[in-house]
């Protein structure tokens, strides 16, 4: 009955997505920490509020490389408040060591009460819009995300029975990041050195050139 599910709902696991922290060569990028944090859509103002937890939101990248298999890569995880209902940006807030923060912004929708969790627009911080795709489990191609085709990143389906069960057929987000300058710290590093020995070889050039210059015979033979 109507009642049974509701009560099931209640004693169920809170809404999760994944997401895959990456480089622009689409490898994961499994060393430093990446943070990001939720915000409510500027123009979605009925959303729940954001809780505290979804305001820093920090990962360390080394939970991306599955702890029983080195070579194997698991996503990261975001868990859905309870209760939380609207469409939220997420917004990458410092990204790993080696890379710079690309400025996107990941609209998420989130349907509590039809236990849903998508995907749907990117945008730069230009506020235009980003070309994604994503692809089913199973799928042959991506698909192009748009208004009308979401990304599912969390659903639940209930079979005739009235069982509830969380769909398989959904997908993780990719989130990239471009490569920053080289890091350095404590002094001054493999590029100042270059920096520096660049110039030195141009002050020893420039040096030569002017004792050639006032060494050479002043007249003809």
Do not use: C
């Not at 360390?60 to 070579?71: R, V």
């Not at 692809?135 to 698909?143: N, Q, V, Y």
């Not at 398989?168 to 990041?177: A, F, L, N, R, W």
């Amino acid at each position: 009955t109507r009642g049974e599910v509701l009560a099931f709902n209640k004693k169920k696991a809170p809404m999760k997505f994944t997401l895959w922290k990456k480089n622009m060569k689409n490898e994961v990028i499994k060393n430093g920490t990446v943070k990001f944090k939720m915000e409510v859509a500027e123009d979605y103002p009925d959303s729940t509020p954001v809780p505290d937890s979804w305001k820093d939101i920090s990962f360390d990248l080394s939970k991306q490389t599955d702890a029983q298999d080195p070579k194997k890569s698991v996503p990261l995880e975001i868990e859905i408040p309870a209760g939380m209902t609207g469409e939220y940006n997420l917004i990458e807030t410092a990204a790993p060591k080696g890379y710079v923060v690309n400025g996107m912004r990941y609209r998420i929708k989130v349907d509590s009460s039809k236990r849903r969790v998508e995907l749907i627009s990117v945008k730069n911080s230009a506020g235009d819009s980003v070309e994604y795709k994503f692809k089913l489990p199973g799928a042959a191609t991506e698909t192009l995300l748009t208004a009308t085709n979401p990304a599912p990143l969390y659903r639940e389906q209930t079979d005739a029975s009235g069982k509830i069960t969380v769909d398989t057929q959904i997908v993780t987000m990719d989130i990239s990041d471009p490569v920053g300058e080289y890091p350095h710290a404590g002094g001054f590093g493999p590029r100042w050195i270059v920096i520096i020995g660049a110039i030195i070889a141009a002050i020893a050039a420039e040096e030569y050139i002017r004792r050639k210059r006032t060494s050479a015979p002043k007249g003809g033979a």
